[in-house]
């Protein structure tokens, strides 16, 4: 039978256009989606959408299939609406304190939980001290990277980040698949985000010198765009330039010794959790199983 979370993949494909733009939008991969339209195909035992180049174009059962299911989610915000209503639920704010590195890789995560909860606003702030953040009461999640140190904040684990090399087509090593870490010693012009500078000391340390960056920032885009101009190499979580679609990049994979770090959802030990608060770790927990399984 089919689930909800296959009608919303099949309408965002419909709005989007393609899988790659869908997948974005969704925060799952290209194969997850493509599994999820597959099942949805397999139980009506005819095809949803033509494959047209890089997009799709829906069938006459896609379109059937469309129709019905825009009425069904409007239907259900309806109800969501009402019910909100009737127990007269105001407006409340969520606000979640993230460090820097992984806001561009977790943005898709917000955006659906914004639009399944549309009537709890999200404050969302880049913060390196998370943990005081939430001493302090001062927001309500947190995700950091840094290890947690007060028995009152509670850490989940969400998903561990590991480190790759991000080169134009036009560098002389963009034809390989993966090298050595200590093989960066070689190589100019390295750039990084500023907050992994002791965790790509350690690393160049052990195979026995220092990386020297050309550039400080706590902005991936940047690092992205600085790349795409031809301007050096960037070494960056491998979560985060998975996802880019652009033919003039290369991502090469750190063989051997691999800088990584754990990312954690942390909040306050306490028994009056607000079911908003419940609600997104629940999304955060199922995004990560998605990108794990996917």
Not at 136 to 143: F, T
């Amino acid at each position: 039978m089919m689930e909800l979370r296959q009608l919303e993949y099949f309408i965002q494909i419909c709005k989007s256009g393609s899988l790659t733009k869908a997948k974005e939008q969704l925060g799952v991969t290209q194969p997850t989606l493509s599994q999820q339209i597959r099942v949805l195909e397999d139980e009506y035992n005819t095809l949803l959408f033509n494959r047209v180049g890089r997009g799709v174009e829906l069938t006459e059962a896609g379109r059937i299939l469309l129709n019905k299911g825009n009425s069904i989610m409007k239907l259900l915000e309806e109800a969501r609406n009402k019910i909100c209503g009737q127990n007269h639920i105001t407006r409340e704010t969520l606000t979640i304190s993230c460090c820097p590195s992984e806001m561009e890789y977790l943005a898709p995560t917000f955006l659906r939980f914004h639009q399944k909860y549309p009537n709890t606003q999200l404050k969302i702030i880049e913060a390196e001290d998370v943990e005081l953040h939430l001493q302090e009461h001062r927001v309500d999640i947190g995700i950091t990277s840094n290890p947690i140190s007060n028995h009152l904040v509670v850490p989940t684990h969400l998903y561990r980040q590991e480190m790759a090399l991000l080169l134009h087509t036009s560098h002389p090593m963009a034809d390989k698949v993966s090298i050595p870490f200590r093989a960066l010693k070689q190589m100019n012009s390295i750039t990084f985000l500023g907050q992994y500078k002791s965790l790509i000391d350690m690393y160049g340390l052990s195979c026995g010198f220092t990386l020297e960056s050309m550039i400080e920032t706590t902005s991936a885009s940047l690092l992205i765009h600085w790349v795409r101009q031809g301007h050096g190499a960037a070494l960056l979580p491998n979560s985060l330039i998975r996802s880019l679609n652009d033919d003039s990049l290369r991502i090469i994979r750190i063989e051997g010794q691999v800088p990584t770090w754990d990312i954690s959802l942390v909040h306050l030990n306490s028994a009056t959790m607000r079911a908003t608060t419940r609600a997104f770790i629940q999304d955060m927990n199922q995004f990560v199983r998605i990108a794990e399984t996917g």
